[in-house]
């Protein structure tokens, strides 16, 4: 049974960092596509980063790309999400997903639970 568990999230203010992190179990963690997403109120679900962690990144979304980094830890079977200069617009329940390809949901057959972030002053 695949397990994605995520945590991390928490309450920042405009310029702030975060680090998410996501534990993958009952997957072959070495060669995986995955990544993370999120989803602010009344706005649908969007990918945020992919990497397989056999080769690095895959996808940044447009307003990820420059403030954020993607990284896997295949020692521990976890991904982790460098948020830098982050902005209220940044503000969601982000979600550790997989597969991750492009940022496409359509793609995703397991969900992690979601930690909040929020980016307020």
């Known amino acids: 049974e695949v397990q994605l568990q995520a945590f991390g999230g928490g309450l920042v203010q405009p310029g702030g960092s975060l680090r998410l992190s996501c534990a993958a179990s009952?997957?072959?963690?070495?060669?995986?596509?995955i990544g993370w997403f999120r989803q602010a109120p009344g706005k649908e679900r969007e990918g945020v980063a992919c990497?397989?962690?056999?080769?690095?990144?895959?996808y940044y979304s447009d307003s990820a790309k420059g403030r954020f980094a993607i990284s896997a830890d295949n020692a521990k079977n976890t991904v982790h999400l460098q948020m830098d200069s982050l902005k209220p617009g940044d503000t969601a329940v982000y979600y550790c997903?997989?597969?991750?390809?492009?940022?496409?949901?359509?793609?995703?057959?397991?969900w992690g639970q979601g930690t909040q972030v929020t980016v307020s002053s």
């Open positions: 997903a997989a597969p991750c390809y492009n940022g496409e949901s359509v793609f995703v057959g397991n």
């Open positions: 009952g997957v072959a963690f070495d060669d995986y596509a």
């Open positions: 990497i397989t962690t056999s080769a690095g990144p895959t």
